[in-house]
């Protein structure tokens, strides 16, 4: 079993019950469907919203508390919260893939408090079990609290809150001048009619605190609606009695619709037992056919537990919902290169839905719903790499041939010419020393600064549209259009040319000029004298010669190494500088300052790959681990991956990991593990196996769901590299696609 202070993984990796309830910080989880995002502590409280367009509606933020009242004794304790640390029997919290249930046993009451997202609809579900655990009856109260966001305008004026038979629930409208969306109608709704409710907090907290409001003191809530209030809340409270063993479940639903009408269907639907135990399936099933594409079994357990489930579980979040805030037009381009495998056909309605918002000169938004337009440069050179995965995995080449329209202009070219057009802006943005303009900045956000002038330039950029021009050479030849391969192969070795010409000196890449034509990441800077990126990048591109890769690759493990991971850039930044932009004015060790961004080393990783450097890939994982015994108190969830850690320069917090979930670090960590460290990657014809082991690793085994067949890989060390499949041998690392079951021995020199 998987496990560390903070909880275990159970058998197959699918849930993790979270046992140190007060843990260092709170540990988080995302519920989601296409309409709805849920999150939740290990209380199951926090927030969620409806995407409604580019309109996030919140629908409740803040606590949900179940209180559980003894009538007999008047004690009063919140079930999934437990404020005063009582010694509660059980207090656990299950976190599943789109489920969370919290636990807990207290004065002979069990309480299950669950939360489920449904397929489709603005709604969230809740679902409230309790039992007498004792042998004599029980009279007691039940409430279930919550903060539903009800003002859509800061005007107190427009709404109000009332019970609504009808509804059977709270019901909070909010009518007015000029509101943002449509949906301006929220519900709390309940399986069974409370016996009485409150919306007001002056009411239910009082001069009281939420460990033991007034609300609960008293016999009854008030069941007053309310008016002009910031902030109102919902309680629903029941009288019951239950015997010996008897156990009762009640089911709620918030939700948000355009009218009262459409409230009154929808919290009918929603606020059932049928509807949520099918929800909690549907997840099941959803959450299934991701795991089942690709299974790895290695001697790493953890490993195991991350690639088969969890990764895939928060890139999932990625291809969905961007980073949550907003959908970042190179995030979800990058967790689409990750996600493709589970289910292509979506992949295909995602990358032509990301390109209508690329612009007609090439360069797409950085970000929609809501829209971003800070002028961000590196956009274009990301979708090579997607949609060269996409044809790899489905050979799909027609695809090329569709036609969408362009964010500011309504003519709508194919697929293929987007790809074009992104390319051209790129390589048409270019500087004195012909490398890419920098402009608001590329990868690294927070150098925001450096090109606003029109004369700064990435070097990195640079690098990485090399890459991307290389991508697209590849998907030329793959759709036979190979009638301009020799242009883009021209084009491609000018930008090279320049790169090593200006980016490339004591044996490493610098980041890039800013408009001054002051460097960043060079050894000539007093601070930030190396990046992680230009590096990494370097190898994935193909930029030089192996043997002077590798000894790149050797300065990153001399300048940027700590004992969780490689840092962003060293030394950090202490003076900040407009020239560059905000980065240079993070406190050293955070965020792209030093901090061991995760998504940067998940590069480090494929590019170690890349060099058959196993060792290197296999120990920076365990360096980013959650269980990494030099790092053991970072506070990360185990089934999810941070943004960073706190780089080593942190005076106060490092090797803390805060930001989880929302960060492209779980694609590339999914990718770097399959794709590289095993080397199962998808390719136009077929399916290509290029292991890059560690040495004392044995006993490893896949399974790979491609198109219409199904591949068992089984790897054995040897001194030589063959692929064995149905007991023939076959030349080179390519295995051609047949449908069927097939069974493969992978032999590889260690």
């Not at 999932?316 to 970042?328: A, I, P």
Request: charged content about 25%; hydrophobic content about 35%.
């Amino acid at each position: 079993m998987v496990k560390n202070k903070v909880g275990s993984f159970s058998a197959d990796g699918k849930v993790f019950k979270i046992e140190d309830m007060f843990p260092k910080r709170v540990l988080m989880n995302y519920l989601w469907s296409e309409s709805v995002v849920c999150k939740c502590d290990q209380f199951g409280c926090c927030e969620s919203f409806a995407g409604v367009g580019a309109y996030r509606r919140s629908l409740d933020r803040g606590e949900r508390l179940v209180y559980i009242k003894d009538k007999e004794s008047g004690k009063v304790f919140a079930a999934n919260r437990n404020f005063e640390r009582a010694p509660f029997d059980e207090f656990y919290t299950e976190v599943g893939l789109g489920t969370h249930r919290v636990i807990s046993e207290y004065e002979g009451i069990r309480t299950e408090f669950g939360i489920c997202v449904p397929k489709e609809g603005f709604a969230e579900l809740f679902a409230v079990k309790i039992k007498n655990t004792k042998n004599v009856a029980r009279s007691l109260s039940f409430c279930f609290f919550l903060r539903p966001c009800a003002d859509l305008s800061g005007h107190a004026s427009y709404g109000f809150g009332n019970y609504d038979g009808e509804i059977g629930g709270l019901y909070y409208p909010h009518e007015g001048f000029a509101i943002d969306t449509e949906y301006k109608h929220l519900y709390f709704a309940a399986s069974e009619k409370a016996d009485s409710f409150d919306v007001n907090n002056d009411t239910f907290i009082g001069y009281d605190s939420l460990a033991y409001p007034a609300g609960m003191k008293a016999d009854k809530l008030i069941s007053q609606g309310s008016t002009f209030q910031d902030f109102y809340c919902g309680a629903l409270r029941y009288e019951l009695q239950l015997s010996a063993g008897e156990e009762k479940t009640y089911y709620f639903a918030v939700g948000t619709e355009k009218t009262r009408r459409d409230c009154i269907a929808s919290a009918r639907k929603f606020a059932s037992s049928a509807f949520f135990e099918n929800s909690v399936k549907e997840q099941a099933e959803i959450n299934g056919r991701t795991t089942d594409v690709f299974q790895a079994h290695t001697p790493d357990e953890y490993l195991d537990i991350q690639t088969n489930v969890w990764l895939k579980r928060q890139l999932s979040l990625g291809k969905t919902w961007g980073r949550v805030y907003g959908k970042g037009f190179r995030d979800v381009m990058q967790d689409i290169t990750a996600f493709v495998s589970f289910d292509p056909a979506l992949a295909k309605t995602r990358i032509l839905y990301a390109l209508k918002h690329q612009y007609i000169s090439g360069n797409p938004i950085r970000m929609y719903e809501p829209d971003f337009t800070y002028p961000y440069m590196d956009g274009a050179a990301w979708i090579p790499a997607t949609m060269l995965s996409y044809l790899k995995e489905t050979a799909d080449f027609a695809v090329l041939d569709k036609k969408i329209p362009y964010l500011d202009d309504a003519a709508e070219e194919t697929v293929f010419r987007h790809i074009e057009r992104g390319l051209e802006f790129l390589l048409s943005s270019r500087g004195e020393r012909n490398l890419i303009l920098w402009g608001g900045g590329d990868w690294n956000d927070s150098m925001n600064n450096a090109g606003m002038l029109g004369k700064g330039e990435s070097v990195w950029l640079s690098i990485a549209t090399y890459k991307a021009v290389g991508e697209w050479i590849e998907i030329l030849g793959g759709a036979r259009r190979e009638e301009r391969v020799a242009e883009w192969n021209e084009k491609r070795g000018d930008l090279r040319a320049a790169i090593l010409k200006h980016g490339y000196e004591n044996s490493y890449f610098i980041y890039g000029f800013n408009d001054y034509g002051e460097k960043a990441g060079s050894a000539d800077c007093e601070e930030g004298k190396i990046y992680l990126n230009p590096q990494t990048w370097a190898v994935l591109a193909d930029i030089l010669p192996k043997e002077e890769l590798s000894a790149i690759m050797d300065k990153v493990e001399e300048k940027l190494s700590c004992d969780f991971g490689y840092t962003q850039c060293a030394p950090s930044y202490t003076h900040g500088t407009d020239r560059f932009g905000r980065s240079t004015y993070f406190q050293a060790g955070l965020v792209e300052n030093g901090s061991v961004y995760i998504h940067g080393v998940a590069f480090k990783i494929v590019a170690d790959c890349l060099l058959g450097r196993a060792e290197h890939a296999y120990d920076t994982l365990k360096r980013l681990s959650v269980y990494n015994p030099k790092n053991p108190d970072s506070g990360m969830e185990p089934y999810a991956v941070s943004n960073m850690y706190i780089g080593p320069e942190n005076r106060y917090r490092a090797g803390d990991a805060p930001m989880s979930w929302i960060t492209g670090s779980a694609g590339w960590l999914y990718r770097a593990v399959s794709e590289y460290l095993l080397g199962v990657r998808a390719d136009f014809n077929g399916l290509r196996i290029v292991p890059c082991l560690p040495k004392d690793w044995s006993g490893v085994t896949v399974s790979r769901k491609f198109r219409n067949a199904q591949y068992a890989i089984e790897y054995v060390k040897s001194n030589e590299n063959a692929l064995v499949v149905d007991g023939e041998r076959i030349e080179g690392d390519l295995i051609e696609y047949r449908e069927g079951k097939h069974n493969v021995v992978c032999y590889y020199k260690s």
